[in-house]
Each structure stands twice: as structure tokens, then as C-alpha cells.
């Protein structure tokens, strides 16, 4: 006869075979995540690695592979046009980050209201996202072309010096680097309007009630409550910045890394060693060198920032 005390011992156990609450969450936590995992272990891990193994190799690109061992890195170490794409590239993302987090954060403030005009105003910034890059590059090289773009005769138009847009090294990145930011800046806008929006409107209120303007409300409540935003704004933005598509596609469009390799950034350097020269081993080596240096650098400003978490010492 079952008594009392083994009717309880019987649930007891049949508690502990099943899963908590908390357990079932990470179950279908990991389970919601698992196939964009997937994807990116296909898609970003495994050609990864195949390129480190293939930085090792010597490929003449009819099928023949020569291992060559830690050849293809010296040969990196020793090349001086390697070394100039990755300042270039240093200085096409100092450029760009800061760029794209001051503008993407002023339009979202400027467009924060919740009304018709800015809804068209929303929609026009980030309409450039719609377009191809190609597209986008494309047209700018039209406008900004020596005498006969658009920007080239308003400048005569008004009796400006002309400037050489693409032609000249000093300006070349520079007009890449707008050209980069006025296609992105809306995406980032859309970032800053999500983060905007979940900072609740009491903490306004009580500010203005205390006497706070609009700098001091900006400085002490806005900015403290976008770390989280802004971290994820300059996290995707640097990488961007260094491997994204726009710093190909713009950039190979528009001057293929010239003039003077002004704007050869790395990436479209190891795209020239690849396609344009055959030398995959050599090209494969430096993806691995600067995907390395990007996870250095993006370890570096996760412990600076501390994640963008807040700091509640504060």
C-alpha cells in the first residue's frame, strides 16, 4: 500500500527528471539561435579556416599546390604595399566610425518624432540601403568624375578651384569615405531610433522639471542610456569599416584602389593578389593576418568598453 511519504518521494523524483523552467528557456534559447550558428560556421568559420590552411600553399591557380609553409607570411612581413593598404585601411575606419556614429545618431534625434513628415524623412536616409552598392558607386563616380560630373561644373558654376575628386590622392579617400557614410548613415539611424526609443520618457520629464536643457538632457540621460546602442553602432561600423562590403564595392568601383594606392585598402589589396595575380596562398595568408588583427582589436575595445554594459557605480 503506497503511503504518503512515497507519493511524495514518487514526485520528488519525477521533478528531477524533468527540466526547470530556467533549463527549458536556454533549451529553446539555444535551439532559436542554432541555425543562424549554422550559418555562420558554414558560411564565415569554415571558409576561414580553409583559408588558413590554404596560406600554407603555393597555388598557381590551375589546381597545383606547393607547400610553402610560413613563406607566404614573410613575404607579408617584407611587403611594403601591404603595409600601406593597412594604414590606409587604419585611416579609412578612423575616418569612417566616428563619421557614421555622429550622423546616424543626429539623424535619429532629428527624426525622433513620431509623425508623418519624419516617417518620409526615416524612409529617405534609408533609402540608399535599398540600392545596390555597386549602383550607389557607380553613380557617385558620375558626379564626382572629372569636368563633366554633376559636382565637378557646380563647382565652376561658382568659380571654385576644380578639384580632382578621384584623381588626387590627397581627396580620393576622402570622397570614399562620404560616399561610404552617406549610404550607411540611415542604417545607423534606424540603430539610434531603437535605442532612442526604449529610454523611457519619464527620466525627460523629471530632468526638465528640475531645470535641465536640451545639452544636459542629451549629456546626462541620453548618452549614459545609449551605451548599449553605441557599442553595437561602433562594433559593426569598425568592422564594416575593415571588411565590409561597402569598403570593397565603393572603393573597387569608384578608383580599384587608386590613385597611387590611396585607397587600396586591404581588402580590395588581397582581392588584387588573388584575381588580378593568381597568388591565392599569398592572398589567403593576409585574410588570415587581418581577420587575426580584427578580433585583436575588437577584443581590445570589448574590455575597454566593458561590452557597452552600464556602469552602475555611476
Do not use: C
Request: glycine fraction near 8%; hydrophobic fraction near 55%.
Amino acid at each position: 500500500m503506497t503511503t504518503i511519504a512515497d507519493a511524495a518521494t514518487s514526485r520528488g523524483n519525477g521533478r528531477r527528471k524533468g527540466l526547470s523552467a530556467r533549463h527549458r528557456e536556454w533549451v529553446a534559447a539555444y535551439l532559436f539561435i542554432l541555425p543562424d550558428a549554422l550559418g555562420l560556421f558554414l558560411f564565415l568559420g569554415v571558409p576561414m579556416l580553409l583559408s588558413l590552411v590554404l596560406s600554407v600553399y603555393e597555388v598557381n591557380g590551375f589546381g597545383g599546390y606547393n607547400f610553402v609553409g610560413a613563406k607566404n607570411y614573410i613575404r607579408l612581413w617584407h611587403d611594403p604595399l601591404f603595409w600601406k593598404g593597412a594604414r590606409v585601411t587604419a585611416l579609412y575606419a578612423i575616418m569612417l566610425v566616428p563619421s557614421l556614429y555622429v550622423t546616424g545618431l543626429g539623424l535619429a534625434l532629428l527624426v525622433q518624432q513620431t509623425n508623418r513628415f519624419n516617417a518620409i524623412m526615416r524612409s529617405m536616409f534609408f533609402a540608399p540601403n535599398m540600392v545596390s552598392l555597386v549602383v550607389v558607386a557607380l553613380v557617385w563616380q558620375f558626379m564626382v568624375i572629372d569636368k563633366i560630373g554633376v559636382v565637378g561644373q557646380t563647382m565652376a558654376s561658382l568659380n571654385l578651384p576644380p578639384i580632382s575628386f578621384l584623381g588626387d590622392p590627397n581627396f580620393a579617400l576622402i570622397t570614399v569615405v562620404l560616399v561610404s557614410v552617406w549610404f550607411l548613415m540611415g542604417f545607423y539611424m534606424l540603430i539610434f531610433l531603437g535605442g532612442l526609443q526604449d529610454i523611457p520618457k519619464e527620466y525627460y520629464e523629471a530632468a526638465m522639471i528640475d531645470g535641465a536643457g536640451p545639452v544636459k538632457r542629451f549629456r546626462y540621460i541620453t548618452l549614459p542610456l545609449l551605451k548599449p546602442t553605441s557599442f553595437f553602432v561602433l562594433m559593426v561600423s569598425m568592422v564594416a569599416a575593415v571588411a565590409g562590403a561597402q569598403a570593397f564595392d565603393i572603393i573597387y568601383v569608384m578608383t580599384k584602389g587608386g590613385p597611387a594606392n590611396s585607397t587600396a585598402v586591404l581588402i580590395v589589396y588581397i582581392y588584387q593578389q588573388a584575381f588580378s595575380f593568381g597568388a591565392f596562398g599569398y592572398a589567403a595568408a593576409m585574410s588570415s593576418f587581418l581577420v587575426v588583427a580584427l578580433m585583436v582589436v575588437t577584443a581590445i575595445f570589448f574590455a575597454v568598453t566593458r561590452g557597452g554594459r552600464f556602469d552602475h557605480a555611476e
